[in-house]
């Protein structure tokens, strides 16, 4: 029992009787589904920019340069690897860009043109590399599923139960054979993938995750189908040196960029330049609740913890799950003991200090626990504000409230953030 051949023909659409228009427009079900995982996948980026504190505005304008990278370079490269006798004949063939596609190559070409420009803004690569990535499966599994329905990637004759019967392969004449349909192969592996980035996108990740964890799981994939390829049709998939086709080779090299990026990115900081910083007031609707009133939110304390604010002679160390570290250390006397105190913690991922000025001794806290792209400090004048930013580094709030300085932005992938009542006054 195999998958039956199937191919949808082009639906046309009638037009106006207009003489400059034809008679009918045609949307071919490749093209469509495309077009449904560029907009699924920037939807999805989009979502997860404002998760990762990153505001979706800039989103559309890499995109245009991460298309357009990847079409055109996708389709030099398939020309170049794959028709290369056509490109032989025919130079021009490889200006041809509706004329066949590459996956590796359109990686290049998106890689290409997502670092062009950002290159020509000065941003970050990390942060946006994980943002594409986690929300590439959400779109490729639709640019697959277009392969599948028109049968452009057909593989060797099998008997294996998911290959499609009588596929019909140009160029060549009946009876037809059961073979392999890779792009079909991929679209599992993208309904196997989504779920698990769904599952791990509830909490949070340090950033480079994706980028890296993406790579790693596709080209085991990816290498292993490139065995299945066809070798007995023609116009087949060459093979280069040792007896492997260029995606073999490109997998290779994406396992290893994967593995190269968690090393780079695993024990550095990757802040979001703040005029491309999403915040809760983008969301209209910040949350200036109490620690006291978000308890239920955040859960438990671990250890001891007082919710009364101290006064200002006061300093005190709070840790609470899902790795949140309030220090208040507005006497200066205490830093020593509660430099010791927060290192016995071990390592939390997002810290908030509330401090009277900044001091040596206060990086030699804050040294304690290594400083993270979520670390929050807290000034009460503003005048020091200017100050602490230049010493410290890091953009500092100041406590519009003396009484109650802390506020707490619940994101709507579940995580508590912790902001200031108030504005950034420096950084």
């Not at 994706?210 to 087949?236: E, K, Q």
């Not at 671990?302 to 709070?318: D, F, I, M, N, Y």
Request: with cysteine; net charge negative; charged share 20%.
């Amino acid at each position: 029992m195999y998958l039956p051949w199937f191919k949808p023909e082009p639906i046309g659409i009638p037009l106006p009787d207009v003489s400059f228009l034809p008679d009918r427009l045609f949307i071919h079900p490749f093209g469509a589904l495309v077009a449904a995982g560029v907009l699924v996948g920037a939807s999805m980026a989009s979502r997860r920019a404002r998760q990762e504190g990153l505001h979706p505005k800039v989103l559309g304008e890499m995109a245009a340069y991460v298309l357009i990278g990847g079409f055109v370079v996708g389709h030099m490269l398939d020309a170049v690897f794959y028709h290369f006798e056509v490109v032989r004949q025919n130079p021009l063939f490889v200006l041809e860009l509706w004329n066949g596609l590459s996956s590796f190559g359109g990686f290049t070409g998106a890689i290409l043109g997502g670092l062009f420009w950002l290159w020509r803004r000065g941003y970050p690569l990390i942060p946006f590399a994980d943002l594409t990535s986690y929300a590439f499966p959400f779109g490729w599994v639709f640019g697959r599923m277009g392969c599948f329905v028109v049968h452009d990637h057909p593989g060797a004759v099998t008997d294996f139960p998911l290959g499609v019967a009588d596929y019909h392969v140009a160029g060549m004449s009946p009876p037809w054979q059961v073979r392999h349909d890779l792009g079909f192969y991929e679209v599992l592996w993208c309904l196997a993938v989504i779920p698990l980035f769904l599952w791990l996108g509830r909490s949070k990740r340090p950033r480079g995750f994706y980028a890296a964890l993406l790579p790693v799981l596709y080209a085991p994939v990816r290498f292993g189908l490139d065995f299945l390829r066809a070798t007995d049709i023609p116009n087949g998939d060459p093979r280069i040196l040792l007896g492997l086709t260029p995606g073999h080779y490109g997998a290779l090299f994406l396992l290893l960029t994967g593995v190269g990026v968690w090393l780079y990115a695993r024990n550095r900081r990757f802040a979001i330049p703040r005029d491309i910083r999403w915040t809760a007031e983008d969301e209209g609707t910040p949350d200036t609740r109490t620690i006291e009133q978000l308890l239920p939110l955040v859960g438990t304390p671990r250890g001891p913890v007082r919710l009364e604010q101290p006064e200002a002679s006061v300093a005190h160390v709070e840790r609470w799950p899902g790795g949140v570290l309030i220090v208040d250390a507005r006497d200066p006397e205490a830093f020593e003991a509660m430099a010791e105190e927060v290192a016995a913690l071990g390592p939390v991922a997002h810290h908030v200090w509330r401090v009277a000025e900044p001091t040596d001794a206060l990086r030699a806290l804050m040294e304690a626990q290594p400083a993270t792209e979520a670390d929050t400090v807290v000034v009460d004048d503003p005048t020091l504000a200017t100050e602490a930013a230049e010493a410290l580094g890091k953009p500092v709030w100041v406590a519009s409230d003396d009484e109650d300085p802390f506020a707490i932005v619940e994101r709507d992938d579940g995580a508590v953030v912790f902001g200031m009542l108030g504005e950034p006054a420096a950084g």
